[in-house]
Every structure is written in C-alpha cells, then in structure tokens.
C-alpha cells in the first residue's frame, strides 16, 4: 500500500498539532489505519499545503503524487474550501479542475478517493454564504463522482462534525477530534470496519463580547491582513511528507 494525500489545511492536519507543533491530522491518521488493518507497513506522503486554493493542488501537487517512485496505489484528494472564502468564485471552474485529477487518477491507475472538507459555517463571519457555496459545489462533486464511480467522503454534509466540540479555536480548522471522525470515516469507506469517532455534545451558549473581540483580534484580523497583502497563510511552505516514509504496523 502506498498512499499519498493532497489538500490544503483540511489534509495537512491544522487544528491537530503535537506537542512540538507538528500538525497530525486524519490523512496521517488513515495511514496509521491502513497499516493496522492490513497488518503491513504502508509508504505515506502527504503533500498538502495550507491555504492552497484548488488549482495548484489539482495541477502541481496531484503532478508530484502521481510522480512519486514507485507510484502510489492510493490517492485522497480534497480542495475548495479556500476558493469558498474569495470574492467572485467560479464554482463550475472547481468542478472542472475536480474533474481532471478523477481522469488523471483514472488514467494513471491509481485508486481515488475524494473527500469534501468538514462545514465550518456556522460559527463563521460570511457563513452563509460559505455555507450556500459549500452545498453547491457539494452537490456538483457528488453528481460528478457518481458518474465516474469514484470514492466519495462527504464530510460537508456530516451532521455531526458541524457541532463546536470538533473545532479548533479559530473555527475553521477542525481539532483532534474533528480529524479523528474525518479519518475514521475515510477508514470506513475504504472497507475497514471503524466506528465514527464521535464526541459528547458541547453544552448550550454563546459567545460573550469580551470573547467575540479576541477571536477577531486573533483569528479574522490577520486572514485580513493577509488577503490585503496578496499572502497566504501557506507561502514557503512544502508537503509535510514530499516522498515517502514507512508507517509501521502499531504494537
């Protein structure tokens, strides 16, 4: 098994960081899952990149995955869910860049299998119409994928993963648990038997101003700031994994 991840924070793994800082995340954990459950140790990389938006990720990194020696039999590939944060998207432009890397896939033999991100909206500034375009692109991703019989995880539509308990403080990324419910849901879908990881619901209320005003400070303020200056929260960063490493059968 070798099995490669393309994304952007959604696959990295931001919002699940060790103690050294180092982002984890649930491609990392459906490595660990394939290695249990087939019993042998599976070459992983992960070439995900932050703040990517869905064309460099369906044209430079899917190029690099499927370049990787030897080829991977597994691909997971996941984008969008910047492009849904900026002015004047073209969703049918994200549906046609979707649609090249399942033909590319296809054409290269390697196994696909296609998530959309986790719904953050609800706790978001403009989440409306994050949400709307979220659903919409969605539901285009599903229609294309059923027509070329694709692996389809729809995280965007999982009821369980919107509540607050699986979201990171700055209510885009989601935290351990979040990733931990997206892989095991990947996990399931490929055909091994994991239960959803799920959590206890977060008791009723609010946020007061006090924390409202930190959140900005912290969190929306500089996404501002960076759009102002034309950066990315990603700029001279590389795959967490650009070839590949063994990830071995836990005791």
Known sequence: MRYVAIGDSFTEGVG???????????????????????????????????????????????????????????????????????????????VRLTEHVIRRCADAGVRLVLLSGADPSARLPLGRMIHRRGSALTAAVATLVARHDVLFVDMFNDQEIRGPGYWSADRLHLNSDGHRRVASRVLAALGHPVTAHAVAPAPPGGHGVLAEARYYREHVLPWLNRRVRGRSSGDDRGGKHSGWVPVDVLA
């Open 16 to 94: 699940d960081e060790s103690g050294d800082g180092v982002s984890r995340g649930w491609a990392d954990l459906v490595a660990d899952g394939l290695a249990r459950a087939t019993g042998q140790t599976v070459s992983y990389a992960n070439l995900a990149v932050r703040g990517r938006l869905l064309e460099p990720i369906a044209t430079t990194q899917l190029e690099a995955a499927l370049a990787l020696s030897p080829a991977p039999s597994l691909l997971s590939f996941n984008g969008g869910g910047n492009d849904m944060m900026r002015p004047g998207v073209d969703l049918a432009r994200l």
